[in-house]
């Protein structure tokens, strides 16, 4: 009971902030005020929230533990570059056919219009692309003079920069479902296999 009220209060928080920040634009929000509307303490906003920026990023930082784990988790005989690429490319990971574009388009502007929002995702992207990079390194052995598995977290997790900023830039100029869905799908494997002739053969999992 405890933790479902916990789990409440942080989806009332975060509800109420984006709520916010959709009308008003991020840096213009204060934590104040978005504990004063959702009728909690500041205190309380940031036991949930360490900074203002996790409000809108921790949805996105789960989605990057999942595609770390998709690799990790992957069965013998398939290549980093396969498991990722089924992660991400499923139509419930980047976007699904559901999701509006003018809700597309929302996120996008919220995100392009504010520097410390556009600075955190840089963080996230450079936090899990050195977590990809030390888990490639330790399946495969590389010696900490092999650049290796950067290059290949890099190219990874830049094929996700790349479909996200599609997704973004499709929305604002109004393209709608489910046709920017399957555009995205397009691009995406369109990508992977350039990507399969650099990589397809490296970290394959071996059996255990």
Do not use: C
Request: proline content about 4%; charged content about 25%; aromatic content about 8%.
């Amino acid at each position: 009971m405890r933790e479902r009220k916990k789990q409440r209060t942080r989806q009332l928080i975060r509800d109420t902030a984006v709520h916010l920040f959709m009308q008003r634009g991020f840096d213009q929000v204060t934590i104040a005020e978005v504990a004063r509307e959702a009728d909690v303490s500041e205190a309380t906003v940031f036991n949930h929230f360490p900074t203002k920026e996790d409000l809108v990023y921790g949805q996105m930082e789960a989605f990057e533990q999942e595609l770390l784990d998709a690799v990790r988790d992957r069965p013998p005989g398939q290549s980093a570059l396969a498991a990722y690429a089924g992660f991400v490319l499923a139509i419930r990971g980047l976007i699904t056919e559901q999701q509006g574009p003018e809700q597309i388009a929302a996120w996008a502007r919220l995100v392009l219009e504010s520097p410390a929002l556009v600075s955190r995702e840089h963080e996230i992207f450079a936090q899990y692309t050195a977590a990809l990079a030390t888990l490639l390194a330790e399946e495969t052995g590389a010696g900490p003079d092999d650049l290796t598995p950067w290059v290949a977290a890099n190219a990874l997790i830049g094929l996700h920069r790349g479909l996200l900023e599609y997704v973004r830039q499709q929305a604002l100029i109004g393209r709608t479902n489910p046709g920017l869905a399957r555009s995205i799908r397009r691009q995406g494997e369109r990508a992977v296999a350039q990507l399969e002739r650099g990589f397809g053969d490296y970290a394959i999992k071996r059996e255990l």
